[in-house]
DNA sequence: TTGAAAGCGATACCAT
DNA sequence: ATGGTATCGCTTTCAA
């Protein structure tokens, strides 16, 4: 019996535990548990057996003190409730798994000391790299605040990924993983357009959001294109809610606004704004279009499907992991410090929502 | 200079590091930070202002190792994509976060194989608690699977917590929050019945998944209790999808079942249901009513808003944290390997979805 | 192939 | 109030 512990049940077991109960060392333990090293058959069997019956498992923090360790990668997300997280954050997730790595998660709610609490948290967990997911709201800060970020996580031998917004300014050491976000408004706008619509409600979001900003900026340019005039009194920012869409489509209805059709800046934003036209006796797509922006399941379960921009949320996910990884193992041909950034495809999927313009009454 | 780094840039830097350059011990250093311990205003200075310079945090690593270290809760989940699931885990995210308190997640795509190495892997990181969610298939080797994980994770000092799924069976160190899915069900289809309506088309999702076998019990309860006939026939079963209910109304409308009524297993299938009907020319709810159940965003989503039943997804989460909280701190009067059983209420949410049945014709 | 021992970075006990 | 140091559990040279 060993004079520590009376009689192996108090915690959890150790390696030294596993060693002495297998007549080996510690050493050896370790070499069979890595497997990365050779060992004799027999010296396997001896402690996988001994592993089984304490049901033991190695100390991940001692693990990752010593040298070894699960890379982990952190997901940070506004609002963990958005199906366009949920798609990024499975991408993410299932490379992370792929690898054996592991995902930590963290919500900051928009607010940015919870943001940088967690980034430093996650600096301390010592993770591969900070993946911020979604568009952000572009303040005069922000590109200080994430330039920061960046240099701690790469002093750290850590990686910031920005997932859903545009890159940082100037030589910052961050990775990339855009869409195309203003290519998408584009078609989409250009879509209700080459249809015939003329008097668009836009509904793009928030005004500081850079989501939003692209959004607006493919519309316009669109419109541009067919040299239809931007009215800016069409133009109804607001937040990426049902309730948003619903209220916009409500107030521009009752200020007697002229619109054909709804260019919604989300899905659900055009959920609302479709419940809205509805609760109005309008009939969609018959009397009013709509068209929303990201393609998430809600898009198809619509009456009418909606018509959408696709984004390939999922696969961003995946992208930013392989970015990640990639720059790991000091990526091909790649300064350090280096910032990547990768922009993703967007296009248009064709559903029931548009309808040409019913004829002027 | 010190010998071994040319000079401070060498990786990370260390609380050695810290300890040299503001000319203190370590032990110093560790106790400003920790702030547990009484220090002099003046060494709080010095050490804080190296601990800004170097842009120092501590190794959560190290941290764990020594006897401190930032508790962690690790999320199970089939997967990362359901809404239900996003609010059980901001429930828990959040009440995590308030604690300051870690969050891992984890998809186990419904893979045995990947719910055992994910567990271990949690074991692995010492995480304070293992929480599993979501309904679960109840097959015989279920029981002794999850024992077996609440009795590795318990003598590890862990904890295992089942939410959304009954309580385990026999003495297991377990803690389950569920909800009173049979009610709800109850409650739902005693709705429909009060209605008028007696050829109700059930959708209860797959026949091994214990939240459909609960929903269905409750549904068949209500029947019982409205002297109705519970028709076998009427019944399909299926995954909790869109495509499950949009195909099940279709072959159900092909097949030449009569019904007035879908009493759909969760909102997502109600949605799918919708469709269909809709496909098929049949209006809701005027030709046909239409209930869900969870109530997610997506049911006061959906044209015309569904009646569903309410379940407290993101208290679930919020309540299976403190349970584990509480579990840690040694919850009061409460023996060490106990299970404990919380259940939460459910409550039907009438919209617009139900109209009592049309005249035969 | 296997074992002994030196760290990894922090904490906390024991001195001072 | 502050400093020295054993220790946490594991990996990894260095020897044998």
Redesign the pocket.
């Not at 990365?36 to 004799?40: A, I, L, T």
């Given at each position: 019996m060993s004079q520590?512990k009376a009689s192996g049940d108090a915690?959890?077991a150790?390696?030294?535990?596993?060693a002495e109960r297998a007549?080996?060392?510690?050493?050896?333990?370790?070499?069979v548990?890595?497997g990365?090293?050779?060992?004799?058959e027999?010296?396997?069997r001896r402690v996988m057996k001994v592993v089984g019956d304490l049901d033991?498992?190695?100390?991940a923090?001692?693990?990752s003190?010593?040298?070894?360790?699960t890379p982990t990668v952190a997901i940070l997300i506004n609002d963990i409730t958005g199906a366009a997280f949920a798609h990024v954050a499975r991408g993410v997730e299932g490379a992370a798994t792929l690898r054996g790595w592991l995902s930590l998660v963290g919500t900051t709610g928009d607010d940015p000391e919870r943001e940088l609490a967690l980034v430093n948290m996650m600096r301390q967990q010592g993770v591969a790299a900070v993946v911020l997911l979604g568009g952000a709201y572009d303040y005069d800060e922000y590109q200080l605040r994430m330039a920061r970020f960046a240099r701690s996580l790469d002093a750290a031998g850590s990686q910031l990924v920005l997932v859903g917004r545009p890159p940082l300014e100037g030589d910052v050491p961050a990775t990339t993983v855009d869409y195309d976000n203003e290519g998408g408004a584009y078609a989409m706008a250009s879509h209700l357009l080459s249809a015939g619509h003329r008097k668009v409600l836009v509904l793009p979001g928030h005004a500081e959001l850079t989501t939003a900003q692209g959004r607006l900026r493919g519309a316009r340019r669109a419109f541009e294109a067919y040299g239809v005039p931007f009215e800016p009194s069409m133009v109804r920012h607001g937040f990426y809610d049902y309730e948003h869409g619903y209220d916009a489509v409500q107030e521009s209805l009752r200020d007697g606004l002229d619109f054909t059709a709804v260019l919604a800046g989300t899905d659900v934003v055009a959920a609302g704004a479709m419940q809205a036209l509805r609760a109005a006796g309008l009939r969609v797509p018959e009397d009013v279009s709509i068209v929303g922006y990201d393609d998430i399941p809600l898009a198809s379960q619509l009456t009418p499907q909606l018509t959408t921009v696709h984004v390939p949320y999922e696969e961003m996910g995946r992208v930013a992991l392989r970015a990640v990884a990639d720059r790991r193992e000091g990526g091909p041909g790649r300064r350090k410090g280096d910032g990547d950034h990768l922009v993703l495809g967007t296009h248009v999927v064709v559903r029931n929502s548009v309808r040409p313009p019913a004829p002027r009454v």
């Open positions: 520590r915690g959890r150790t390696i030294r535990d596993v007549g080996v060392s510690v050493a050896s333990v370790s070499r548990l890595s990365n090293y050779p060992v004799s027999e010296l396997r033991y498992v190695t100390n923090h001692a693990r003190l010593a040298g070894g360790g």
